[in-house]
């Protein structure tokens, strides 16, 4: 009984949060992660979007936090993104993460980024083969120059992880977000390919 409930949610919230035309874009995410290290090197493309990010991350092995440096190309901009989390809690399915980002922007302003994120994943859960999650990131901004603070957007994900092999993963989810009134701004089609090595 607990399958077709989590089925039914996601298929719910993905279906409230965007039909198929109402895709903005498609994006793939690969990830190469050295276990022993706990660095991960990662690109970021996206099909009918003039955006590409370069992606080096560092887990903290035994600890809670992780470091991140994004190159983010948005056509001719360049623009560099330093992230820090924090795992906060998990408790069963839920999960929740505290993150923080300083991003430099060309042509821009520069901004701190509060953005944490509340999750739902159960373990115990198989839907189409896959293990179901929902995440829901909340994000406030800071702007350096003017000064200006508060509540800038939300970001959602829904979808599925196909865990391959032990050395391999494949994660097709649906990020929807909304604006500052919480309108639909952007959707799109995600597929993440995980190598550990």
Do not use: C
């Amino acid at each position: 009984m607990k399958y077709i409930i989590t089925l039914i949610i996601l298929l719910s919230l993905t279906a409230t949060f965007a039909e198929a035309e109402d895709f903005d874009y498609v994006e793939t995410n690969t990830f190469v992660k050295h276990s022993d290290s706990g660095i991960t090197l990662g690109i970021r493309e996206n099909i009918n979007l003039d955006v590409s990010q370069i992606i080096v991350r560092k887990d903290f092995t035994g600890t809670p936090y992780r470091l991140e440096y994004r190159n983010v190309q948005k056509g001719e901009r360049e623009e560099h993104w330093f992230r820090a989390q924090m795992k906060g809690f998990r408790s069963g399915a839920l999960w929740f993460n505290h993150r923080i980002e300083h991003r430099i922007r060309e042509s821009k302003d520069n901004v701190f980024r509060y953005r944490p994120q509340f999750g739902y994943k159960p373990s115990n859960v198989t839907v189409f083969g896959g293990k179901p999650f929902i995440t829901v990131e909340p994000q406030f901004n800071l702007t350096y120059s003017s000064g200006k603070a508060g509540y800038s957007h939300l970001q959602t994900f829904t979808g599925l992880e196909y865990k391959v092999s032990d050395k391999f993963t494949v994660v097709p989810y649906v990020e929807v977000d909304f604006d500052k009134t919480f309108e639909k701004d952007v959707a799109f089609f995600i597929v993440d390919f995980k190598f550990k090595l």
